[in-house]
């Protein structure tokens, strides 16, 4: 197999491959799900024209064999066979017409049905920018879940219905993905997945050559020499005049000596760098360890007194009339920040109806953008997204009153109900729903305040991950389809509540819709006053 590559040569000396950026793409499984219905399609006419050849074939087959038999039968005695009238006519038939049949036959083209289908189809078809967004979500996904690399290449996922695995192949481009990201990391995993498969008997028209090219360069750059050199070593065993992996070990060896010679003070100096390093990632690093580790299920636990504290109950949304006589469940998850679950608050009928007004919608999810104050995109949010207005549908609308009549809050000034599908690896990062004070321009736009309140409806199961978290304070909402989860991102002074910062976990296997409300302070005067105290 030919594998496109352009090589160029930096200031060091050193050759290494040319690679593009690649933009990311936003999956949604609502979409992919015509994918699958496209690729059925194709299949059956893929065999409609298997059968055509084979039925043409067949005739061939047929007037092949009757030629056969007649013209062993002619050729032993050619003069006693064109003795006889109707054999010399019908030898005159065939040349001139007959074998003409046959050769229209044979010219004829039976893949115009197919092809045809191909071009209409082809429109749909995924392109490069959407195989690589693909490809990162499998690389999110074994980041926060800790996955190892042959563990996701055997397929062995929990709560997987269809088991799948990936080729050698697979894992190769997967590693070429990675390296046109300059993620060397993620670049060496899947390299040498790729090559152990290989080495493991697999048959696959990955080239070992390429594997080891692509693997040697993004070890070195992870600062490993020695497993550089031994790499390119292996490489050139199998191809001893590869020139590029030629002038790399004569780099390696250049490089290798000048480090034993190095002194004392270099070493220091480096040692000072990596504390440098290490300083300036503890500012990022803890809160996306506590994101990862509550996206496993490894987050805090309360402690038993705080969870005595903890209740369910049956709710009348404070003695609203059409609530007294049929309360709803309601269940407490956390406490500070107080978030609370209602069980069996939208029903199946409801939640396919709100799904089918919003997947001629989806489009990939925006977020606000703090400087502009506008909607714009963003790659910690991977999921797609569409808002449905009350007066589209009755059940929307009475989606949004059953919101106000249990929340006791005014949904005229909310915004409309956001739908999102999270396909697999679709995750949104940690984030504030409210406009913090740096942002004074947020939700300008809207003139309806900052967002007070979010009510998160879970439209679907998850098979495996895709929970709610709250990295500053330890709390895993793990998805429950007809839920909804509640809480308030403003104290009642309108100050910002810091702790509700939270995050869609990547889904690991399944299909997670959602759709939300978020509730805005105009209108909330009377119904949640304000207080003195700025965090009450």
């Not at 066979?81 to 010399?88: K, R, T």
Request: glycine residues 6%.
């Amino acid at each position: 197999m030919a594998f496109n590559k352009i090589w160029c040569t930096v200031a060091l000396g050193l050759l290494l491959p040319f690679s593009c950026a690649h933009t990311d793409f936003f999956t949604s499984i609502g979409h992919m799900t015509d994918l699958i219905h496209t690729e059925k399609d194709l299949v059956v006419s893929l065999k409609d024209y298997i059968k055509a050849e084979e039925s043409k074939l067949e005739q061939i087959k047929k007037w092949a064999e009757k030629l056969d038999q007649l013209t062993d039968t002619a050729t032993k005695d050619p003069e006693g066979f064109l003795g006889h009238p109707v054999n010399a006519f019908k030898l005159m038939k065939r040349l001139n017409t007959e074998w003409g049949e046959l050769e229209n036959l044979v010219l004829k083209d039976m893949s115009d049905g197919f092809i045809s289908n191909m071009t209409i189809q082809r429109q749909f078809f995924p392109n490069d920018e959407d195989q690589t967004g693909a490809a990162k979500a499998l690389l999110r996904l074994q980041d926060t879940y800790n996955l190892d690399t042959d563990t996701l290449s055997r397929g062995n996922l929990p709560g997987v219905k269809h088991k799948s695995f990936l080729t050698a192949e697979d894992c190769f481009e997967l590693g070429k993905i990675a390296y046109t990201e300059a993620d060397y990391y993620h670049t060496e995993l899947w390299m040498e997945q790729a090559l152990k498969q290989l080495d493991e008997g697999e048959v696959s028209s990955a080239d070992k050559v390429y594997i080891l090219d692509y693997l040697s360069y993004a070890v070195y750059q992870q600062g490993d020499l020695a497993k550089a050199m031994a790499l390119t070593k292996r490489l050139l065993e199998l191809d001893p005049e590869h020139q590029r992996a030629n002038g790399n070990m004569k780099y390696f060896e250049y490089i290798m000596a000048k480090e034993k010679e190095a002194n004392k003070s270099s070493t220091d100096s480096e040692d000072q760098m990596e504390k440098e390093t290490e300083v300036k990632k503890k500012d990022y690093l803890p809160e996306r360890r506590k994101y990862e580790m509550l996206c496993r299920g490894e987050g805090l636990k309360m402690t038993p007194r705080r969870q005595k504290r903890l209740f369910c109950r049956y709710y009348d949304g404070n003695r609203n009339p059409r609530y007294i006589l049929g309360p709803v469940k309601q269940e407490d998850e956390w406490d500070k920040p107080r978030i609370v679950r209602f069980l069996d608050i939208i029903s199946d009928e409801e939640i396919e109806t709100v799904k089918e007004l919003a997947k001629p919608r989806l489009s990939r999810a925006t977020v606000h953008d703090p400087e502009t104050g506008k909607l714009t995109t963003a790659h910690y949010r991977v999921s797609k997204s569409a808002w449905l207005s009350g007066y589209e549908s009755p059940v929307v609308s009475r989606i949004n009153t059953r919101i106000q009549d249990l929340t006791g809050l005014d949904v005229s000034t909310a915004e409309e109900l956001q739908v999102a599908n999270y396909g697999v690896g679709g995750q949104y990062e940690p984030h504030f729903d409210f406009g913090r004070k740096d942002e004074p321009d947020a939700f300008k736009e809207l003139g309806t305040g900052n967002r007070i309140a979010t009510w998160l409806f879970y439209m679907s199961d998850v098979s495996a991950g895709g929970a709610t978290v709250f990295p500053e304070v330890g709390a895993s909402v793990w998805p429950r389809k007809g839920t909804a989860v509640f809480w308030y991102n403003l104290f009642p002074s309108g100050e910002g509540d810091y702790s509700t910062r939270h995050a869609a976990c990547p889904v690991l296997v399944g299909n997670k819709w959602v759709s939300n409300k978020w509730l805005h302070e105009r209108g909330q005067e009377f119904r949640r006053p304000c207080t003195l105290s700025e965090l009450e």
